[in-house]
């Protein structure tokens, strides 16, 4: 492999196709220990804070090196940007074609047979109102598109209904079966990655993958010698939500109604069956009837031998279905995908009845149209070696947040690393002169009821100092709720500001309408904490409520506590404490996101001063002055705002 370090220099390839690039020390560190783990198969671990360029510092040794490398990310927006910008800009840098893929989950692709099905049937399961309008434009679309990428697609939301009844899912799939088979787009992209130099996923499809591996069926991507997973500090989560178990009352209805469908059209559809159903469905209501007063999360292992009954009738009566469907299917081979479909359910469902406390957390959680049965055990991370072990290949993991001050080792027991190289790399920003931070301690405990107000009432003259230009991020719905209502009395019927809030339309739509106002105020929970990009003067105040830690409540969080506990662990300093600081530096990231970037950080939680642990939160994030009192902090601001008046102003 050439010299990694040339690439960056002023006057080296990457210069050649970007304009006003500069070389950055940081980004040539990363990429450099990128190449040598690619060419020892040394496992790495890189914190790579905001600025250093780490897309382009792994892009670049992963295109030379000529091996097969799976990048994974934990997002699909950040795949479409690998794969649409930063790789066929970077290839051209290189000088020579590198095959690249990109391979998302199946709901990502249009079927081609489920649109037809849906095209010809009025009563199409999930086609109701407004969704089947949409169809029309979904089928001129699906006569252009070579791909089947249901984001080519953009005057549909992917959050529209209509896509769940035009894509297929692992359950509903025919396989080879299927009359559109030959011209499916999943297998399309699955055979495109399978010759790749270079695939593009997200971490749910290579823990798929690697699950496949796991088991002995076949797998959808190709044998990497390397996989980079950027936004690794997701991946944990990822995981622990992957190896679970989840059976939900909607998944059944609608499986119930694919079985209808299916047995209507050839005919077989008859009275004993229409029976069984309606008996599964009315067991599974009576469930509900009975969990609903309990609460909305309900530990298995507290439920009365009552339910567990109940529980345990519905199983049986499924167990009737599987039957009769796996009697039609012996004569009606078209029935044999859903019947496939009705046994692991059944499994599924099994396993769910013969949950062991030893092994992890099982609940229910209870809504008004039915509920969910979860399970997740108490520690991925064994497991996660174990891949890794049976199918050895050079691990990279970056983000901008994976350390607790230098300390990796929270990050890397949760993946189940032992010995990997590490490297943590400061952002180049110098948050010294670009920001403050601003932490009041006579603020109410953050348990107080009236917190949220008195952090915004206290904040609020940053907000009229920075003329808007605020993100505001809430640890709770709940908190979200009070600061909406509160802002919207504050700014009253003519507002100064526009004000964007979480749930008033899709993340993606609000974070432009936040950019494009360039004097905007936006209100958020967890998803805005990270993933978000607001460079230049659009965003100068980035206002936190409180510690970002995980409330107790979160079943996953009380599968992994209680796993602590069973190993004499300090579930607080292990986990907690360091969960906090991930994601607080994740929600200060926010502001800094440009050299010409400036602003301030209000932290609303008194904690940070009055607490132990506070001093090792602080130490972890960037090295921003501490306002005293708000003049100070206003005055910061007033300073850049009088140098760099808002471009743009007003509601878009």
């Given at each position: 492999?050439?010299?990694?370090?040339d690439f960056f220099e002023h006057d080296g390839p990457l210069a050649s196709v970007i304009d006003g690039f500069i070389p950055r020390e940081a980004q040539i560190a990363m990429a450099e220990a990128?190449?040598?783990?690619?060419?020892?198969?040394?496992?790495?671990?890189?914190?790579?804070?905001?600025?250093?360029?780490?897309?382009?510092?792994?892009?670049?040794?992963?295109?030379?090196?000529?091996?097969?490398?799976?990048?994974?990310?934990?997002?699909?927006?950040?795949?479409?940007?690998?794969?649409?910008?930063?790789?066929?800009?970077?290839?051209?840098?290189?000088?020579?074609?590198?095959?690249?893929?990109?391979?998302?989950?199946?709901?990502?692709?249009?079927?081609?047979?489920?649109?037809?099905?849906?095209?010809?049937?009025?009563?199409?399961?999930?086609?109701?109102?407004?969704?089947?309008?949409?169809?029309?434009?979904?089928?001129?679309?699906?006569?252009?598109?070579?791909?089947?990428?249901?984001?080519?697609?953009?005057?549909?939301?992917?959050?529209?209904?209509?896509?769940?009844?035009?894509?297929?899912?692992?359950?509903?799939?025919?396989?080879?079966?299927?009359?559109?088979?030959?011209?499916?787009?999943?297998?399309?992209?699955?055979?495109?990655?399978?010759?790749?130099?270079?695939?593009?996923?997200?971490?749910?499809?290579?823990?798929?993958?690697?699950?496949?591996?796991?088991?002995?069926?076949?797998?959808?991507?190709?044998?990497?010698?390397?996989?980079?997973?950027?936004?690794?500090?997701?991946?944990?989560?990822?995981?622990?939500?992957?190896?679970?178990?989840?059976?939900?009352?909607?998944?059944?209805?609608?499986?119930?109604?694919?079985?209808?469908?299916?047995?209507?059209?050839?005919?077989?559809?008859?009275?004993?069956?229409?029976?069984?159903?309606?008996?599964?469905?009315?067991?599974?209501?009576?469930?509900?009837?009975?969990?609903?007063?309990?609460?909305?999360?309900?530990?298995?292992?507290?439920?009365?031998?009552?339910?567990?009954?109940?529980?345990?009738?519905?199983?049986?009566?499924?167990?009737?279905?599987?039957?009769?469907?796996?009697?039609?299917?012996?004569?009606?081979?078209?029935?044999?995908?859903?019947?496939?479909?009705?046994?692991?359910?059944?499994?599924?469902?099994?396993?769910?009845?013969?949950?062991?406390?030893?092994?992890?957390?099982?609940?229910?959680?209870?809504?008004?149209?039915?509920?969910?049965?979860?399970?997740?055990?108490?520690?991925?991370?064994?497991?996660?070696?174990?891949?890794?072990?049976?199918?050895?290949?050079?691990?990279?993991?970056?983000?901008?947040?994976?350390?607790?001050?230098?300390?990796?080792?929270?990050?890397?027991?949760?993946?189940?690393?032992?010995?990997?190289?590490?490297?943590?790399?400061?952002?180049?920003?110098?948050?010294?002169?670009?920001?403050?931070?601003?932490?009041?301690?006579?603020?109410?405990?953050?348990?107080?009821?009236?917190?949220?107000?008195?952090?915004?009432?206290?904040?609020?003259?940053?907000?009229?100092?920075?003329?808007?230009?605020?993100?505001?991020?809430?640890?709770?719905?709940?908190?979200?709720?009070?600061?909406?209502?509160?802002?919207?009395?504050?700014?009253?019927?003519?507002?100064?500001?526009?004000?964007?809030?979480?749930?008033?339309?899709?993340?993606?739509?609000?974070?432009?309408?936040?950019?494009?106002?360039?004097?905007?105020?936006?209100?958020?929970?967890?998803?805005?904490?990270?993933?978000?990009?607001?460079?230049?003067?659009?965003?100068?105040?980035?206002?936190?409520?409180?510690?970002?830690?995980?409330?107790?409540?979160?079943?996953?969080?009380?599968?992994?506590?209680?796993?602590?506990?069973?190993?004499?662990?300090?579930?607080?300093?292990?986990?907690?404490?360091?969960?906090?600081?991930?994601?607080?530096?994740?929600?200060?990231?926010?502001?800094?996101?440009?050299?010409?970037?400036?602003?301030?950080?209000f932290i609303g939680d008194r904690r940070l001063k009055s607490k132990g642990y506070g001093k090792l939160i602080m130490r972890a994030l960037p090295p921003m002055p501490l306002c005293e009192d708000?003049?100070?902090?206003?005055?910061?601001?007033?300073?850049?705002?009088?140098?760099?008046?808002?471009?743009?102003?007003?509601?878009?």
């Amino acid at each position: 492999m050439q010299n990694i370090a040339d690439f960056f220099e002023h006057d080296g390839p990457l210069a050649s196709v970007i304009d006003g690039f500069i070389p950055r020390e940081a980004q040539i560190a990363m990429a450099e220990a990128v190449a040598a783990a690619l060419q020892t198969g040394q496992e790495l671990v890189v914190e790579a804070g905001t600025g250093t360029g780490k897309t382009y510092a792994y892009l670049i040794p992963a295109l030379l090196s000529g091996q097969a490398v799976i990048l994974s990310t934990g997002t699909r927006h950040l795949q479409d940007q690998l794969f649409h910008r930063d790789l066929p800009l970077l290839t051209r840098a290189i000088g020579r074609p590198v095959k690249v893929a990109l391979l998302k989950g199946r709901a990502n692709y249009l079927c081609r047979h489920r649109l037809q099905l849906a095209l010809s049937t009025p009563m199409f399961p999930g086609l109701e109102g407004s969704s089947r309008q949409r169809l029309p434009r979904i089928e001129q679309w699906s006569q252009q598109t070579k791909l089947g990428d249901i984001a080519e697609l953009a005057q549909v939301p992917e959050s529209d209904p209509v896509w769940t009844a035009v894509t297929s899912t692992k359950d509903n799939c025919l396989g080879q079966e299927c009359p559109e088979y030959q011209r499916c787009h999943l297998l399309n992209a699955r055979k495109e990655a399978q010759s790749a130099q270079v695939v593009v996923v997200n971490h749910h499809l290579l823990l798929a993958d690697l699950s496949l591996r796991e088991d002995g069926f076949e797998q959808f991507l190709p044998a990497a010698h390397a996989i980079v997973v950027d936004e690794a500090h997701q991946f944990p989560d990822t995981a622990a939500q992957f190896f679970g178990i989840r059976l939900s009352t909607r998944a059944i209805v609608g499986l119930l109604k694919d079985i209808r469908l299916e047995c209507t059209r050839l005919g077989v559809w008859d009275k004993d069956m229409e029976k069984i159903a309606w008996s599964v469905e009315t067991k599974l209501g009576a469930l509900h009837s009975q969990l609903t007063p309990l609460g909305e999360t309900i530990d298995w292992a507290l439920l009365s031998w009552e339910v567990k009954e109940r529980w345990a009738e519905w199983v049986d009566e499924f167990k009737n279905i599987l039957t009769r469907c796996d009697q039609l299917a012996e004569s009606e081979a078209t029935l044999k995908p859903v019947t496939r479909r009705v046994s692991e359910w059944y499994d599924l469902a099994k396993t769910l009845s013969a949950f062991d406390e030893a092994n992890g957390i099982q609940w229910i959680d209870v809504n008004v149209h039915g509920f969910t049965v979860e399970f997740a055990p108490f520690e991925v991370s064994k497991r996660l070696a174990e891949q890794r072990d049976k199918h050895p290949k050079t691990w990279i993991y970056t983000s901008a947040t994976l350390a607790v001050g230098d300390d990796f080792s929270h990050f890397c027991e949760r993946v189940g690393l032992s010995q990997p190289a590490t490297l943590r790399l400061e952002s180049p920003f110098d948050f010294t002169t670009q920001a403050r931070l601003m932490i009041p301690s006579s603020l109410p405990e953050p348990t107080d009821p009236c917190h949220t107000r008195a952090v915004l009432e206290m904040a609020w003259p940053l907000v009229e100092a920075a003329q808007g230009k605020t993100f505001m991020l809430f640890t709770s719905h709940r908190a979200l709720k009070q600061a909406a209502q509160y802002v919207k009395d504050r700014l009253g019927p003519k507002p100064r500001y526009p004000l964007f809030v979480q749930g008033d339309a899709p993340r993606d739509t609000l974070i432009r309408q936040f950019r494009e106002a360039g004097n905007a105020i936006l209100l958020g929970t967890a998803s805005f904490w990270e993933g978000v990009d607001v460079r230049g003067q659009a965003l100068s105040v980035v206002i936190i409520d409180k510690l970002p830690f995980q409330s107790p409540d979160d079943p996953l969080l009380r599968a992994r506590l209680k796993g602590l506990e069973q190993q004499g662990q300090d579930a607080f300093r292990s986990l907690q404490l360091p969960q906090a600081v991930l994601a607080l530096k994740q929600g200060i990231g926010r502001l800094i996101r440009d050299q010409q970037d400036y602003g301030v950080v209000f932290i609303g939680d008194r904690r940070l001063k009055s607490k132990g642990y506070g001093k090792l939160i602080m130490r972890a994030l960037p090295p921003m002055p501490l306002c005293e009192d708000m003049l100070e902090a206003t005055a910061f601001l007033q300073a850049h705002v009088s140098h760099n008046p808002p471009s743009v102003s007003g509601a878009s």
